[in-house]
């Protein structure tokens, strides 16, 4: 743990965050909804990743928190509205910001763009090996993927602590 603005928060536990990953990048958690029929369930699958590394939700105004299907944040499921809240977060749960290909590490988060500046698909760091990064996702689900093997616009990395 540790003290933020006066806040007490907790380390993120990337082995935790990699280990949840591969549990569930195939099935789904029941004690989250499935967003696979109603936009797609990849940022949900991230943000119970980072829950689980973070093990904090942050219920302050915009916030970022699941109690069930119909009261969450949208930051929970939303892909954009999810890196809103990383990037401009200064109290509870998961912070993060912009860092190049270079400086990823496991429990990381990567989002991608399919077209034009619209970032639709998120996805956690499970495995870093020598240049290859292998990632899992929902949506299209994805255990250990190469990310090499996706065809996108444009791409994000965002380092969490």
Same mark, same amino acid.
């Given at each position: /743990?540790?003290?933020?603005?006066?806040?007490?928060?907790?380390?993120? *536990?990337?082995?935790?965050?990699? $280990?949840?990953? +591969?549990?569930?990048? +195939?099935?789904?958690?029941?004690?989250?909804?499935?967003? *696979?029929?109603?936009?797609? $369930?990849?940022?949900?699958?991230?943000?119970?990743? +980072?829950?689980?590394?973070?093990?904090? /939700?942050?219920?302050?105004?915009?916030?970022?928190?699941?109690?069930?299907?119909? %009261?969450?944040?949208?930051?929970?499921?939303?892909? %954009?509205?999810?890196?809103?809240?990383?990037?401009?977060?200064?109290?509870?749960?998961?912070?993060?910001? !912009?860092?190049?290909?270079?400086?990823?590490?496991?429990?990381?988060?990567?989002?991608?763009?399919?077209?034009?500046?619209?970032?639709?698909?998120? !996805?956690?760091?499970?495995?870093? *090996?020598?240049? $290859?990064?292998?990632?899992?996702?929902?949506?299209? $689900?994805?255990?250990?993927?190469?990310?090499?093997?996706?065809?996108?616009?444009?791409?994000?990395?965002?380092?969490?602590?």
């Amino acid at each position: /743990m540790h003290t933020i603005y006066g806040v007490i928060c907790m380390i993120y *536990d990337r082995k935790k965050v990699v $280990d949840y990953a +591969l549990k569930w990048a +195939l099935d789904r958690n029941p004690a989250y909804y499935n967003y *696979d029929n109603i936009g797609g $369930d990849c940022t949900n699958f991230i943000s119970q990743c +980072l829950f689980v590394g973070k093990n904090q /939700m942050n219920y302050r105004g915009y916030g970022w928190y699941y109690r069930n299907a119909n %009261e969450k944040s949208p930051s929970w499921t939303g892909v %954009e509205f999810l890196y809103d809240f990383l990037i401009n977060n200064k109290y509870e749960g998961p912070q993060g910001r !912009l860092i190049t290909r270079n400086e990823l590490e496991i429990g990381d988060l990567i989002q991608l763009s399919f077209k034009s500046n619209i970032y639709g698909h998120s !996805l956690i760091v499970t495995e870093i *090996d020598e240049n $290859d990064i292998y990632i899992c996702a929902h949506s299209i $689900d994805s255990k250990n993927r190469n990310l090499e093997t996706y065809e996108y616009e444009k791409i994000r990395f965002i380092k969490i602590s």
